[in-house]
């Protein structure tokens, strides 16, 4: 089955799965404004680069778009019911794999009852392992019969696995975010970025005198792409090589997460793991959605937007947000 196919099928089980398990007052109930899109982008306010949890209504917030300033209209805070889409990359050592399952599930288990986890394997490409439930028994089960073997996968399955979480963001009115948890390595993917193919009739082909060029190339290009696909992520990397070659690709996992507004989190030894994913759940603990209207426009952007929030609220913040995007649905004619 082509891809596109493929993904359109697992997108409309996905979304029927979504309907039949989260509560009908989670989905959004509101007519299309045929003159209005709707925007619901990440947001995390932060104190020291620590995530924090003001008090503020949506009057405290407003976006510039496209250099027009825009009020928003609502949000889904921390504390609001939350779909978690739980991603996993792990083809390597495998006592590291069974230390980050052990970690994830103390995690879940300690998640409120209005969480659901949808189980992910993000591999050459995604594959609904669970779909989305709050019975922490199950998941529990579900990441214990998890094995997964063969090449890395993450940038193989990025761009479907966040076209499918923003799919579900904009069709509700919960907070939303991606989990995606990877141990892989830059030399363990199926496309060659240790070695690569030199053009043999282009004298200007440099790929074998810089390394990591092409790992660059399609790190940038999937930046680009992702700017449709806006939801809240946070990435945790664990057991990561630090050859040449790995620092390359980290700086490229770091850029694919602050293109999104979101962050990531590495764990450089098995010690360090439960720390980790404690650290990723506060992350996602305190993570907001914030709603816009925005007047439908002529075309797609890149756009540049800007959120801001009312001094008075706190003083000694930084957003993070995504800074560009791309409209995704019809523009106005």
Wanted: one cysteine or more.
């Amino acid at each position: 089955m082509p891809k596109h196919l493929f993904l359109s099928t697992l997108m409309t089980f996905f979304l029927l799965c979504f309907h039949l398990i989260i509560p009908t007052v989670l989905i959004s109930q509101e007519a299309p404004n045929k003159n209005m899109i709707r925007l619901r982008l990440p947001l995390w306010i932060l104190n020291r680069s620590i995530p924090i949890d003001p008090k503020f209504d949506e009057n405290a917030l407003s976006l510039l778009f496209d250099s027009k300033k825009i009020n928003a209209t609502k949000q889904a805070k921390p504390g609001n019911p939350t779909l978690i889409f739980l991603a996993l990359d792990l083809v390597g050592n495998p006592t590291i794999s069974k230390t980050t399952k052990l970690a994830l599930s103390y995690q879940i288990q300690q998640m409120p009852s209005d969480y659901w986890v949808c189980l992910i394997s993000a591999q050459e490409s995604i594959t609904v392992i669970q779909p989305p439930t709050n019975s922490k028994q199950l998941l529990q089960n579900k990441l214990d019969s998890t094995n997964q073997i063969g090449k890395s996968g993450l940038l193989e399955s990025f761009q479907a696995l966040m076209d499918l979480s923003s799919s579900v963001l904009n069709q509700s009115n919960i907070r939303v975010i991606v989990l995606l948890v990877t141990d892989s390595d830059a030399k363990n993917y199926r496309d060659d970025y240790e070695n690569p193919t030199v053009n043999e009739s282009d004298g200007q082909d440099l790929s074998r005198r810089f390394i990591g060029r092409k790992l660059q190339e399609d790190i940038g290009r999937l930046s680009e792409t992702i700017l449709t696909f806006i939801a809240p992520l946070v990435v945790v990397h664990v057991d990561p090589e630090d050859d040449d070659l790995n620092l390359i690709y980290h700086r490229g996992l770091l850029q694919l997460t602050k293109t999104l507004g979101g962050h990531i989190l590495t764990s450089k030894s098995v010690g360090d793991i439960p720390n980790t994913f404690q650290e990723a759940f506060d992350w996602i603990n305190k993570s907001f959605v914030i709603d816009f209207m925005i007047p439908r426009q002529e075309k797609r952007g890149p756009f540049s937007i800007k959120i801001q929030l009312d001094s008075s609220v706190k003083s000694s913040v930084n957003l993070s947000y995504p800074q560009r995007l791309i409209l995704s649905g019809e523009i106005k004619k």
